[in-house]
């Protein structure tokens, strides 16, 4: 089935620091890629999204490359802030069609700790 | 706020009785998602629906079962609670049956089986 891995985390780092994140995935088709952000005590919010090969999504600095060779969507940031500290996740959709409609669910990998130290 | 509203936000219960989460799709919004993450399983998907039907489902125990309303809110219902069923449960919502757009999430509902 579809997947989603991340690095293992917890991920610590000083501020301004460089960040990068992992994720690769596994599809039997061509799924759009998301990063997913939880900051403590709320609810997941979409950080980038990226729906075909080579597109890249950014936002607040973030950003990341659908990378179909390497079946990839790794998240980075050149200088990162105390306040990015939080868990991310990466996801994909994938569609599915069945009886003239489609539908798709959103597959997380397991998610990454980071935290920043002023 | 995101436009997804969850409630309540916590919910403290004993073994074996059972509870209603409730969730109200951003506004124009069709489908709506079911997740539950865990400390050890992480975010599983539990069901889709999408304008009324049962679109896709997912790690969803048979104790637990949900619907989805005419005004396009949602219910999660969890029967015959056990202590791991405490998790936070999210629900999603999406213009469509969902693609590239991904998903908006509420804030969650805590529970707490004691």
């Known amino acids: 089935g579809d997947s989603v891995t991340q690095m293992e985390g917890p991920v610590t780092l000083s501020e301004e620091a460089f960040l990068t994140i992992n994720c690769t995935y596994t599809?039997?088709?061509?799924?759009?890629l998301f990063w997913y952000v939880q900051y403590p005590g709320e609810g997941l919010q979409l950080l980038l999204k990226?729906?075909?090969?080579?597109d890249k999504g950014s936002n607040k600095g973030f950003e990341a490359t659908y990378r179909k060779e390497t079946t990839s969507f790794h998240l980075e940031k050149g200088s990162v802030q105390v306040s990015d500290s939080a868990v991310y996740f990466c996801?994909?959709?994938?569609?599915?069609?069945?009886?003239?409609?489609?539908?798709?669910?959103?597959?997380f990998g397991q998610g990454t700790i980071l935290t920043v130290h002023p | 706020d995101s436009g997804v509203t969850q409630t309540p936000k916590h919910l403290i219960t004993a073994t074996g009785q059972r509870v209603t989460l409730r969730c109200s799709p951003r506004?124009?919004?069709?489908?709506v998602y079911w997740y539950q993450q865990s400390l050890d399983q992480g975010l599983q998907f539990l069901i889709q629906?999408?304008?009324?039907?049962?679109?896709a489902k997912g790690n969803i125990l048979e104790r637990f079962s949900a619907q989805q309303f005419p005004d396009l809110h949602s219910e999660l219902n969890l029967s015959s609670l056990e202590l791991g069923d405490s998790a936070l449960y999210f629900c999603?919502?999406?213009?469509?049956?969902?693609?590239?757009?991904?998903?908006?999430f509420g804030s969650g509902t805590r529970l707490t089986v004691v």
């Open positions: 996801a994909l959709i994938l569609a599915v069609y069945a009886g003239g409609t489609s539908y798709g669910k959103l597959t």
């Open positions: 990226a729906t075909k090969a080579d």
């Open positions: 999603a919502s999406s213009v469509g049956p969902g693609q590239g757009n991904g998903y908006t």
């Open positions: 629906y999408y304008n009324g039907e049962e679109r």
């Open positions: 506004s124009g919004d069709l489908s």
């Open positions: 599809a039997t088709g061509y799924p759009s």
